[in-house]
Structure formats: C-alpha cells, structure tokens
C-alpha cells in the first residue's frame, strides 16, 4: 500500500533463486536484484550486483500559489543500478552504487494536470549495516 497520488496499491512478490551459493537472483517485484560473488577477502564476501527499482515518495507541502494550504505531491521514478557489496563474517554489510533514474515525475494532487517530468539522472549511493 503507497498511498500516493497516482498509484494508491502496488503488488509485490516473487522468489529467490540461488542456483549456486556464487549466483543469487531475487525475482521479485518491485525490487529484483542479480548478484555474484566476485571473490572472498578474509571473512569478507564481494559481489557485483545490478538491480532495478521503483522509487519515489509522497509528502505534504505548502501549497505553491496559497501558502496557508498544504497539498499532497509525489514523486515517481524507475531506477537501475550497479553496485558492489561486502558482507562481513559477523553481519556487516556495505555497498556502493552508481545508478540512473528514468520516467521521473512530480505529480500534484490538486491539480494532476501539472504533472512535471524532469529528465532522467545519475546518482550514488552507498550504505552501512552493522
């Protein structure tokens, strides 16, 4: 359940298939994800990964033409990315990623006719668990 302005249900699902403990896919929807495992440093497993995504968000704002109401707007994107993720003997896990955003779009729930469609887009990222 989203809950945005466009799209209020997504569904979700699918599987995990690990055909050898070098090779992971996770089939799944919105979110699938392919990784192998590049080498083993130590206690420490790399992989390379590429995954896609379907991102975005929705927020309350002030409204932009009358600044004592507050609208809902939502912003949409497709992503793909490639990365690389370390996975630690004692559950650390770490990744780097350079990916792109496509099909962006800002929708206003007042007015969805104002829709704006920013061009697509690079971005990093990177994360840390412990």
Excluded: C
């Excluded at 569904?11 to 896919?25: E, K, L």
């Excluded at 409204?63 to 559950?91: M, P, S």
């Excluded at 690079?122 to 994360?127: N, Q």
């Amino acid at each position: 359940y989203l809950d945005r302005v466009k799209i209020r249900l997504l569904p979700a699902g699918g599987v995990i298939w690990t055909p050898t403990p070098d090779v992971q896919f996770d089939i799944l929807f919105p979110n699938p994800r392919l990784a192998k495992r590049l080498s083993t440093v130590g206690n420490t497993d790399f992989w390379l990964y590429f995954r896609g995504e379907y991102g975005g968000g929705s927020w309350t704002v002030m409204h932009r033409d009358a600044a004592e109401t507050i609208e809902r707007v939502d912003y949409n994107d497709i992503r793909i990315a490639l990365g690389i993720e370390f996975r630690g003997l004692r559950g650390s896990v770490g990744h780097f990623e350079v990916g792109g955003a496509l099909d962006r779009e800002i929708i206003y729930d007042d007015n969805p006719n104002d829709t704006v469609r920013p061009n697509p887009t690079v971005f990093l990222g990177g994360g840390l668990i412990y």
